[in-house]
């Protein structure tokens, strides 16, 4: 038995390791087919998603009474701007996600009081426009996620304009 104790210890040892770097690598892994698959208009730029369909799943579940508008944003180069314009008479909120997943910052159309608003999303120690709205963040990458409720999938056409006054961009001149 005693012979078996070194091999069986080193097992263990090998499995708690690997399972501790799957579980802490995943989430970036994840972000990054998300990224991927949301970043149809590139880096720090918003895309506005056609609805869902059995068909085109972008995400894991999509709603089909969701029209989702998305921006991949890299702060690499500088803080993001999102600017979000809701949909009058509709629900809709944004979600920004960082590289690990987690949820750093969620408003919906009645917090904002049915007004557009502007968030900077940005690294700590970068430079933001004064008086902006900032949201802090440890990692560079992550994606901006605006959804807008819709009664039926039909009523897209009509509410896609006012869908696509919302951006993200860069910040260039944060002063």
Same mark, same amino acid.
């Given at each position: 038995?005693?012979?078996?104790?070194?091999?069986?210890?080193?097992?263990?040892?090998? *499995?708690? *390791?690997?399972?501790?770097?799957?579980?802490?690598?995943? %989430?970036? &892994?994840?972000?990054?087919?998300?990224?991927?698959?949301?970043?149809?208009?590139?880096?720090?730029?918003?895309?506005?998603?056609?609805?869902? +369909?059995?068909?085109?799943? @972008?995400?894991?579940?999509?709603?089909?009474?969701?029209?989702?508008?998305?921006?991949?944003?890299?702060?690499?180069?500088?803080?993001? =701007? /999102?600017?979000?314009? @809701?949909?009058?008479?509709?629900?809709? $909120?944004?979600?920004?996600?960082?590289?690990? +997943?987690? #949820?750093?910052?969620?408003?919906?159309?009645?917090?904002? &009081?049915?007004? @557009?608003?502007? /968030?900077?999303?940005?690294? %700590?120690?970068?430079? #933001? %426009? #004064?008086?902006?709205? #900032?949201?802090? +963040?440890?990692?560079?990458?992550?994606?901006?996620?605006?959804?807008?409720?819709?009664?039926? @999938?039909?009523?897209?056409?009509?509410?896609?304009? +006012?869908?696509?006054? $919302? $951006?993200? =961009?860069?910040?260039?001149? %944060?002063?």
């Amino acid at each position: 038995m005693r012979r078996w104790l070194g091999p069986i210890l080193f097992g263990l040892i090998v *499995a708690a *390791a690997t399972a501790w770097a799957v579980i802490a690598w995943i %989430p970036y &892994g994840l972000m990054n087919v998300a990224m991927d698959r949301l970043g149809q208009g590139g880096i720090n730029t918003m895309s506005y998603g056609n609805l869902a +369909t059995p068909e085109r799943q @972008p995400v894991v579940r999509p709603s089909p009474d969701l029209a989702y508008s998305s921006c991949p944003y890299d702060l690499s180069k500088g803080p993001a =701007a /999102i600017d979000v314009a @809701p949909v009058p008479g509709r629900y809709s $909120s944004l979600s920004v996600f960082d590289a690990a +997943t987690d #949820v750093i910052f969620v408003r919906n159309d009645v917090e904002a &009081g049915g007004k @557009p608003y502007r /968030i900077i999303v940005a690294r %700590p120690g970068q430079t #933001v %426009p #004064v008086g902006s709205e #900032v949201v802090r +963040t440890n990692h560079d990458r992550g994606i901006a996620l605006i959804r807008l409720l819709l009664k039926e @999938p039909a009523e897209i056409g009509g509410l896609d304009a +006012t869908r696509r006054q $919302s $951006s993200c =961009a860069t910040v260039t001149n %944060p002063k």
